[in-house]
């Protein structure tokens, strides 16, 4: 959940949404984000909406704890359904994050996803993901996520280097990711992803290849890796323009993810998203699937986004405040928006390009179509596809992604 609120009109106070939004609801699935935005400490690189117990301390007493954070949310899960009203879509998706979810006791991560099952039912097939720092679980606390109908877990790896790993600022120590998958798989988690970042300062290739060599070799069915980004307001930032550390490089970053590619698809693990690769079609991430496809979502928590309907909202911050509205009964969202027809349209073809399934050129209007010819012509583009019908991304339109996308938009 990202640290900064987009401007919007104010939400309803009991959170109610336009009828139109709720139109044809049946026609697409529902899932669930559920923020956890306690961090034992911060690393440097984030500017998710997190806080740790230093940060919270003072600023919002008793509502901002963690040890009554469940309880705060399952109302917002209550909300949800009174908001929905007689909807009735089984849940598809729930993906806990944060931040760092697994610093709540599993119990409590089981008691929010009861929640969901009891307010709204969970589809049969339905996928339940957790995030997960390596240090803050062991096999019992594994074991009672998965009897609590968890299904797929995320581990936060990022490195398998020491040196990469406290640039990153993360307390984790190299191989205990790896260990985690043995543990998820032994209490029965059969989807299991390793998150990882590339083009940290001082990373270099081997070291990249040393990190996606381990992750592969612990065995999970899907590999998310990101290029590091540098957000202003972080430490990070803060280090690199006073020259402690270099600063990251677009070539560099194209450089590893090359390798990413080489090395995962030998290994059987094909891509999906840009960023993101899987084993087999059952192990892609259907929750982020969700997002990338427009469908409805409801995030509970605070800073949690939204969207159903083509109506797009958000919640307030702090924990504090988040749990004082609720305490209130009123919704803690700050701010809406309504997507007008170009605006989903425009997502559509923002989002849907970085899948492996690519975007319907009938999206594209005059401009956006002679450009994607030249996309094709300059190798961006596959060409049976192309033909089919859709614009899919050859390799190297994945690294060029961005400048391929604001070709097509017009």
Not at 94 to 104: A, I, N, R, Y
Not at 314 to 325: L, Q, R, S
Request: some cysteine.
């Amino acid at each position: 959940m990202p640290s900064v609120l987009p401007d919007g009109e104010p939400m309803p106070r009991d959170g109610a949404l336009p009828p139109h939004a709720l139109a044809g609801a049946g026609d697409r699935p529902l899932g669930f984000y559920l923020h956890v935005p306690y961090c034992a400490t911060r690393c440097g690189y984030c500017d998710f909406n997190t806080y740790t117990a230093t940060e919270l301390r003072g600023s919002g007493g008793v509502l901002a704890s963690r040890d009554n954070y469940a309880d705060t949310l399952v109302e917002e899960i209550r909300l949800a359904r009174k908001v929905l009203g007689d909807d009735p879509r089984q849940v598809r998706t729930v993906f806990v994050g944060g931040g760092t979810p697994t610093l709540l006791a599993a119990a409590d991560l089981v008691r929010m996803l009861a929640a969901v099952r009891e307010e709204f039912g969970l589809a049969d097939d339905a996928e339940v993901t957790t995030e997960a720092n390596p240090e803050s679980v062991d096999p019992a606390y594994l074991a009672e996520l998965r009897a609590g109908g968890f299904n797929r877990v995320s581990f936060g790896m990022q490195s398998a280097r020491q040196h990469v790993l406290k640039v990153l600022d993360r307390t984790h120590t190299p191989g205990r990711p790896e260990a985690c998958v043995a543990e998820a798989r032994a209490a029965g988690f059969d989807h299991v992803n390793l998150d990882l970042i590339y083009g940290t300062p001082g990373e270099s290739d081997d070291d990249w290849r040393a990190s996606l060599d381990a992750a592969i070799g612990a065995g999970p069915d899907h590999v998310s890796a990101y290029a590091l980004i540098v957000e202003e307001g972080t430490q990070l930032a803060r280090r690199i323009r006073r020259g402690e550390v270099p600063m990251t490089d677009d070539d560099v970053h194209a450089d590893r993810y090359l390798i990413a590619e080489d090395v995962l698809s030998g290994a059987g693990f094909a891509w999906y998203e840009v960023s993101n690769w899987a084993t087999s079609e059952a192990g892609r991430c259907l929750h982020n699937e969700l997002y990338w496809r427009g469908a409805d979502w409801w995030g509970a928590g605070p800073g949690a986004h939204s969207h159903v309907g083509g109506v797009r909202w958000w919640n307030v911050k702090h924990p504090g405040a988040y749990a004082a509205a609720l305490g209130e009964e009123r919704s803690p969202g700050a701010g809406r928006e309504v997507l007008a027809a170009e605006d989903q349209r425009v997502e559509r073809i923002l989002l849907e390009l970085r899948l492996r399934e690519g975007v319907p050129l009938s999206l594209l209007r005059a401009a956006g179509l002679e450009a994607s010819g030249r996309a094709l012509a300059d190798g961006l583009l596959e060409p049976g596809p192309y033909e089919a019908g859709r614009a899919v991304l050859t390799l190297r339109g994945r690294l060029l992604a961005d400048g391929v996308v604001r070709e097509l938009v017009d």
